[in-house]
């Protein structure tokens, strides 16, 4: 584990330490939290590219590849992937910096969700170029 498994020369969407009230019955974070933190860092690269309001329609794969414990930095990278009329494709991986250190690092997930540009009655309406 290392600082250099952090994606270089990239910012985290979503960055924050795993606490307490996050755990499941065995003590380690909650799978469902980290699911959580997936969407939000995801749609926020999405409402970014589409300018406006997207919805979550589809999660297209969630692995779990190490748990997360309390305490951990979690700092989520999401990138759109792909671009269709209306809906737009997320990659994220999650990272956690065992105790904040950032010599102890881990990919701990990764995911891809599918979002779809809406409009404000709530209706699918094409994403606008890339600026």
């Known amino acids: 584990m290392s600082s250099s498994c952090l994606p270089p020369g990239r910012e985290p969407t979503l960055r924050l330490v795993a606490m307490p009230t996050d755990t499941n019955a065995a003590g380690d974070i909650f799978g469902g939290w980290i699911m959580a933190q997936v969407d939000i860092a995801a749609s926020v690269v999405a409402h970014r590219r589409a300018k406006g309001r997207v919805v979550t329609v589809a999660v297209n794969s969630f692995e ?17 992937v792909r671009v269709g009329r209306t809906s737009l494709t997320v990659a994220v991986e999650v990272y956690a910096e065992r105790n904040r250190q950032p010599d102890a690092c881990i990919k701990v997930t990764q995911a ?20």
């Open 112 to 131: 891809t969700l599918t979002f779809v540009a809406v409009d404000a009655q709530r209706k699918p309406m094409p994403v606008p170029p890339a600026t």
């Open 64 to 80: 779990f590849h190490h748990p997360v414990f309390v305490g951990d930095l979690i700092s989520c990278y999401a990138e759109v």
